[in-house]
């Protein structure tokens, strides 16, 4: 999410294989008459691939999706600003908290490649629409939650409604848009959707301090009610026929999440010492070998297991994880940690935050077209090594901590890093596979990412000694945040080490991303899948 495009000639329908695609990969269609707008199997009447940026259409096509992707984007980063106060109103442990945090990422995690494939299969805007009232309506029942267990459930809705609309959004448009027009329209979506990403820490902030916490989730609802029907009303429906001859892959998504969620348990609750506890763990675990056993069976599986036979697509999968595992409880303690220790206020802690995301927004670009003169090889070493940097000078905010001269030059440091090895990360992972799965691995390394994520605000906690009333004191809070930033710091180090012992050069002429600024710290960009050639 939240990326800006790379112009690229060697795509869409009716090109032969140009500099969009690798030697010996899928090359996409041959030379011959391209197909009318609205033909071929991808298409309803009359509403195929043809819509111009500059028509009325092109621009409620870009509103609904804009509107749609943003409330998932912003509820990823509005709600860690909100941890403390959720905490104290709700009268709950920092196992709440964890789960506040973990619920959403964790159906959105084992279920955003099904969420894609629905949408393929029943309509593109159906499953889009559904997918923004589902999470609309999951987030009044958070923004209503009575208990900490009643917004947990919720917010594994929302997840769930995050999985269908955050695919669905970017299938929009490369569906309804001409093929010319395709980049420019990713390009203004994710331009937009970044802006989202930077204003969501301070808007979530404001919330907090002024109508309250449960306004994060409440202000889902009008953006809602606008998105839906300017859907139904101007974005013309979509969807690929193909995918009627084929079953969905439910066992092998539901086996994917169960794996996530009984270990995720296990780690959260791990200080219980309880019987279930080691149940969960091995069950978590069990249920991740019947994940793989699945998809090898499978004829057309979620996550194909051949797609990891590329070396450079696993080892760059493998640094995602460590990378985004030490974002994910990077952030999710600092909010905590500028609050609880510092005594910042909501607004000031989500303020705080946003250098990483503006720098992102504003350099990636740059640093994947160095990427691609000199090599992923380098930016995924030196990117992870800066930003476990930054991480280290965090060490230096505690009470009282000064902005200028503690905070903003970890920061400072930490986005530096993370524009040095994000957009080259996303583009070495679609340069490893044949241009036709380009949309499979990104959301591969999308939901590994999450997932990474998940585990690390699971863990970290138990690593760190963190009590279920630390974040009640600030001498304790204090205690385990400086115990927690080395151990991220480290995964960082194992990250660049990995990257630079396996990651090579890909072909000079392999697919380049659209997508490769990027504004969203929680995950790596999602890339849209390539459409398929009409007959």
């Not at 905490?87 to 969420?115: E, F, K, P, S």
Request: overall charge positive; proline content about 9%; glycine content about 14%.
């Amino acid at each position: 999410m939240a990326a800006l495009p790379q112009e690229n000639p060697g795509e869409g329908p009716g090109t032969g294989p140009g500099p969009g695609t690798c030697p010996g990969t899928d090359p996409g269609p041959g030379p011959g008459p391209r197909p009318r707008p609205g033909s071929g199997p991808g298409s309803g009447p009359g509403t195929g691939p043809g819509v111009r940026i500059a028509s009325p259409t092109g621009k409620w096509v870009l509103l609904t999706t804009v509107l749609g992707s943003s409330m998932a984007m912003l509820d990823s980063t509005v709600v860690n600003v909100a941890l403390p106060t959720i905490g104290r109103d709700l009268g709950t442990g920092l196992a709440a908290l964890q789960w506040t945090v973990n619920a959403y990422m964790l159906t959105l995690a084992g279920l955003i490649l099904l969420g894609g494939s629905l949408g393929d299969r029943f309509g593109r805007r159906k499953i889009f629409v559904l997918g923004v009232v589902w999470f609309a309506s999951a987030s009044l029942l958070c923004g209503l939650a009575p208990t900490g267990g009643v917004l947990i459930a919720a917010r594994a809705l929302q997840g769930i409604g995050g999985a269908l609309l955050t695919p669905g959004s970017l299938a929009l448009i490369q569906a309804s848009f001409h093929p010319d027009d395709r980049a420019r329209a990713v390009g203004l979506w994710s331009g937009f959707g970044g802006v989202g990403a930077a204003v969501g820490p301070f808007l979530g902030g404001w919330l907090v301090d002024g109508p309250g916490w449960r306004w994060v989730f409440l202000i889902n609802l009008p953006v809602a009610l606008i998105c839906v029907p300017v859907a139904l009303r101007h974005v013309p429906e979509s969807a690929d026929g193909r995918t009627h001859r084929r079953g969905f892959d439910v066992l092998g998504a539901a086996l994917g999440a169960l794996a996530l969620a009984l270990v995720t348990y296990a780690l959260i609750e791990a200080t219980s010492g309880s019987v279930l506890v080691w149940v969960s763990a091995a069950g978590g675990v069990a249920a991740g070998v019947a994940f793989v056993y699945v998809e090898r069976g499978r004829p057309d599986p979620m996550m194909p297991p051949d797609i990891f036979a590329s070396r450079q697509f696993t080892a760059v999968n493998l640094v995602t994880l460590c990378v985004y595992a030490a974002f994910g409880g990077f952030f999710f303690l600092t909010a905590l940690q500028l609050q609880v220790v510092a005594g910042y206020s909501a607004l000031g802690a989500g303020t705080a935050l946003l250098p990483t995301t503006v720098l992102m927004l504003l350099f990636s670009a740059r640093s994947g077209e160095l990427a691609q003169r000199i090599g992923p090889r380098i930016p995924l070493t030196v990117g992870p090594l800066l930003c476990a940097t930054g991480m280290l000078l965090m060490l230096r905010v505690g009470p009282h901590a000064s902005y200028v001269s503690d905070v903003l030059p970890a920061l400072l440091v930490m986005g530096a890093g993370m524009v040095t090895l994000v957009a080259p990360l996303t583009a070495t992972v679609l340069a490893s596979v044949d241009a036709g799965r380009a949309g499979l691995a990104s959301g591969i390394n999308n939901a590994a990412a999450r997932a990474a994520g998940l585990i690390a605000v699971a863990a970290l906690p138990l690593l760190t000694g963190m009590g279920p009333e630390a974040y009640r004191s600030a001498d304790a809070f204090d205690a385990a945040f400086r115990r927690a930033m080395p151990l991220c710091a480290g995964v960082l180090v194992v990250g660049a080490v990995l990257a630079f012992a396996t990651v090579r050069r890909p072909a000079p002429d392999c697919r380049c991303p659209q997508c490769r600024t990027h504004g969203c710290v929680t995950a790596p960009p999602l890339e849209p899948a390539r459409p398929r050639p009409s007959a």
